[in-house]
């Protein structure tokens, strides 16, 4: 039966969902700090599980909608909160169509606690839609962030890394051990502040291409530059950039690979 309340206590976490209930007080104090929620804002939470944050959000600003794809946690949302100024979707996030939220020209805050096994492709996912998105705070694997965060030469430095920071300025806000969660994560974690940027000065004509001049440097990580994009580049080509073309992926900046993609854009189009 829709919208009937189930008993919340016993609700048993859910591998398949990659359920990890935050339950420590404190830690959710400060994430409320962090977030900053304002009456004005709208905001779309992702994967509330019992509502250890929606509890606070729902009074603290003038639009909220949740997404959450375990049916029963869904019910439980929406009778718990029959009364309340909320939309729940029972609905997996990694296919939601995001752009149906924004129904204002108010770009959305997005907040979640969100699933390891798919934090990276539901990260994408949220950057294709980043034209409607003001910023995002999420709880994720600590290794996740660090590669969110990381900077050309850290080892954490990757394809994620790259992508992150052409469309945002990532920040690590506050480590979470795992007893904060129930059940707990064999991982630690973290919480992330991803702000969207409005003005990018030095912008990839061709995103495609730049995606997958990125994806390609590093599928083979260890290899240097010009044996990973020998079928695009040419030792000339690296040469006339000025990039070295014995460095690995990691060595590379953003700028890099944005001069990367615009060249081969450019040659293409014989411009």
């Given at each position: 039966?829709?919208?009937?309340?189930?008993?919340?206590?016993?609700?048993?976490?859910r591998?398949?969902?990659?359920?990890?209930?935050?339950?420590?007080?404190?830690?959710?104090?400060?994430?409320?700090?962090?977030?900053?929620?304002?009456?004005?804002?709208?905001?779309?939470?992702?994967?509330?599980?019992?509502?250890?944050?929606?509890?606070?959000?729902?009074?603290?600003?003038?639009?909220?909608?949740?997404?959450?794809?375990?049916?029963?946690?869904a019910?439980?949302?929406?009778?718990?909160?029959?009364?309340?100024?909320?939309?729940?979707?029972?609905?997996?996030?990694?296919?939601?169509?995001?752009?149906?939220?924004?129904?204002?020209?108010?770009?959305?805050?997005?907040?979640?606690?969100?699933?390891?096994?798919?934090?990276?492709?539901?990260?994408?996912?949220?950057?294709?839609?980043?034209h409607?998105i003001?910023?995002?705070?999420?709880m994720?694997?600590?290794?996740?962030?660090?590669?969110?965060?990381?900077?050309?030469?850290q080892?954490?430095?990757?394809?994620?890394?790259?992508?992150?920071?052409?469309?945002?300025?990532?920040?690590?806000?506050?480590?979470?051990?795992?007893?904060?969660?129930?059940?707990?994560?064999?991982?630690?974690?973290?919480?992330?502040?991803?702000?969207?940027?409005?003005?990018?000065?030095?912008?990839?004509?061709?995103?495609?291409?730049?995606?997958?001049?990125?994806?390609?440097?590093?599928?083979?990580?260890?290899?240097?530059?010009?044996?990973?994009?020998?079928?695009?580049?040419?030792?000339?080509?690296?040469?006339k950039?000025?990039?070295?073309?014995?460095?690995?992926?990691?060595?590379?900046?953003v700028?890099?690979?944005?001069?990367?993609a615009?060249?081969?854009?450019?040659?293409?189009?014989?411009?």
């Amino acid at each position: 039966m829709e919208n009937q309340s189930i008993n919340i206590d016993n609700h048993i976490a859910r591998k398949r969902f990659g359920q990890n209930f935050l339950e420590n007080q404190a830690i959710i104090n400060n994430i409320l700090q962090i977030i900053a929620p304002n009456i004005t804002d709208h905001f779309i939470e992702i994967g509330p599980g019992k509502g250890a944050l929606t509890e606070y959000f729902i009074d603290k600003v003038s639009s909220l909608k949740v997404i959450e794809l375990d049916k029963d946690l869904a019910n439980h949302l929406k009778h718990k909160y029959r009364n309340k100024q909320i939309i729940i979707y029972q609905d997996d996030a990694l296919k939601f169509d995001f752009t149906k939220l924004a129904t204002t020209k108010q770009k959305l805050r997005i907040v979640g606690n969100l699933p390891y096994n798919i934090s990276t492709p539901l990260l994408f996912h949220l950057l294709e839609h980043r034209h409607i998105i003001k910023d995002m705070h999420f709880m994720l694997q600590k290794e996740v962030v660090l590669r969110l965060c990381a900077q050309p030469k850290q080892k954490n430095y990757g394809r994620l890394s790259v992508m992150c920071n052409y469309f945002c300025d990532a920040l690590m806000m506050l480590d979470v051990p795992p007893e904060a969660f129930n059940p707990q994560p064999k991982v630690d974690s973290a919480i992330v502040r991803l702000t969207i940027k409005e003005n990018i000065p030095n912008k990839a004509k061709d995103l495609k291409l730049f995606a997958h001049i990125v994806k390609t440097a590093f599928s083979q990580r260890r290899k240097i530059i010009s044996n990973t994009l020998k079928t695009i580049f040419t030792l000339e080509d690296f040469n006339k950039l000025n990039i070295n073309y014995k460095s690995r992926a990691e060595e590379l900046r953003v700028s890099d690979y944005i001069a990367l993609a615009n060249y081969q854009y450019n040659k293409r189009n014989n411009k």
